[in-house]
């Protein structure tokens, strides 16, 4: 891999895909964007983001389009499920003294932003398009397409989620996603113009929160306890969310129990995650995002992580070029930036929920959420 990277393939079109055609464009690199849903869809209801993600959207160049579409504040706040308010976690203003430390956005805006976004760089987007082969050599990877096409590159980049066809490809090798015994249900319900900022109820084994995705509207969410990963007929959505939120007397979840129905866009989500051990790449062709670091929603940074993988490898890439270093060099020096933050991520989150499942100790639970937003605020 002694040559530089000058055209790039992303294959997926998600939050860390086009986060890195953005940045890679910025940077004079010829970059296509294969996506296999022909209608580029995001689904979901909302999303929370902390001040590191809000500080990636700032280097992205979409900060102004979030604070337009969707909602900042500052902090968090924590009640008993009777409503009697328990303290506040406080949310740094990373990205900047002039924008608040959280916030959240539905992910169909979020994604539109993004997509938008990538367009406007120069990217070459096809849609409805996927990858059928990658073959490498010493000085680059062809790949043939779906559509009949080949093409040629110097470095492929797999964005393509949770269950990568990509890392199943290059790393057949490599974990399979684990589900961690919880599931998080999530509704889009309108806004009380009283909640200025996220919340949440702790019960003994349910939480459940709201956070504000724009002027109008919010997302609610409850994190419980599953032990087996079954099917959930979205005929029972309501009726089961709606159960879930009984024993929360508290009168905002009392209102929001009282619109939960088939209006309110629920989502049920199984939670699973995946670390899957460096290297991230093989040859040509490197992993980012949900492909080696998938999370759960526990610290409320897994679109974060892959943002900012998409950020540092083209910084990594650009830096690389001008000192006439070749690919692999570039792939060494990402990897060692985002292992331990990625690592940090994906297996504290995962402890937050081990300690939720279990019962297990509220001070750990405290140290481990204070340590892990202390470590996000670091640069990257």
């Not at 964007?33 to 280097?59: H, N």
């Not at 996603?177 to 889009?188: D, F, L």
């Not at 032990?227 to 979840?253: G, I």
Request: hydrophobic share 45%; glycine share 10%.
């Amino acid at each position: 891999m002694a040559s530089p990277a000058k055209k790039i393939l992303i294959i997926g079109g998600g939050f860390s895909g086009m986060s890195a055609a953005i940045e890679l464009r910025k940077r004079q690199f010829e970059v296509d964007v294969v996506e296999i849903d022909p209608g580029w869809r995001s689904y979901g209801a909302g999303i929370s983001l902390g001040g590191a993600t809000l500080r990636a959207f700032r280097t992205l160049g979409v900060l102004d389009q979030f604070l337009q579409h969707g909602y900042a504040s500052d902090g968090v706040d924590l009640f008993l499920p009777n409503g009697h308010q328990v303290g506040s976690l406080p949310t740094p203003r990373i990205a900047g003294g002039d924008v608040p430390g959280g916030g959240a956005i539905m992910r169909p805006v979020l994604a539109k932003i993004l997509a938008e976004a990538t367009r406007a760089s120069g990217a070459n987007v096809r849609l409805g398009c996927t990858f059928t082969a990658i073959e490498q050599d010493a000085d680059g990877v062809t790949v043939t397409f779906t559509d009949g096409a080949t093409g040629r590159y110097d470095l492929v980049i797999g964005a393509d989620g949770l269950y990568s066809a990509v890392r199943a490809a290059v790393m057949p090798e490599a974990p399979q996603p684990q589900y961690t015994g919880q599931a998080v249900w999530r509704a889009v319900l309108p806004r009380p113009r009283e909640l200025e900022r996220a919340s949440m109820w702790l019960g003994p084994k349910i939480k459940t929160g709201v956070n504000p995705v724009s002027q109008d509207e919010m997302y609610l969410f409850v994190t419980e306890d599953r032990a087996e990963n079954v099917h959930v007929d979205p005929a029972r959505f309501a009726p089961m969310l709606s159960e879930l939120l009984a024993p929360f007397s508290a009168p905002l979840m009392q209102q929001c129990r009282a619109l939960v129905n088939e209006h309110a866009r629920i989502v049920f989500r199984p939670l699973e995650s995946l670390l899957v051990k460096q290297p991230w790449y093989r040859g040509r062709v490197v992993l980012i995002g949900d492909t080696v670091h998938a999370t759960t929603p526990h610290m409320a940074s897994g679109a974060c992580i892959g943002i900012e993988d998409a950020i540092v490898l083209a910084e990594e890439l650009s830096a690389a070029a001008d000192r006439a270093g070749d690919v692999g060099q570039a792939l060494e020096r990402f990897q060692a930036r985002r292992w331990e933050r990625c690592r940090m991520v994906v297996e504290n989150s995962g402890r937050l929920g081990e300690i939720e499942i279990t019962g297990g100790d509220k001070a750990e639970h405290a140290e481990i959420m204070r340590a892990t937003l202390m470590a996000l605020a670091a640069p990257i």
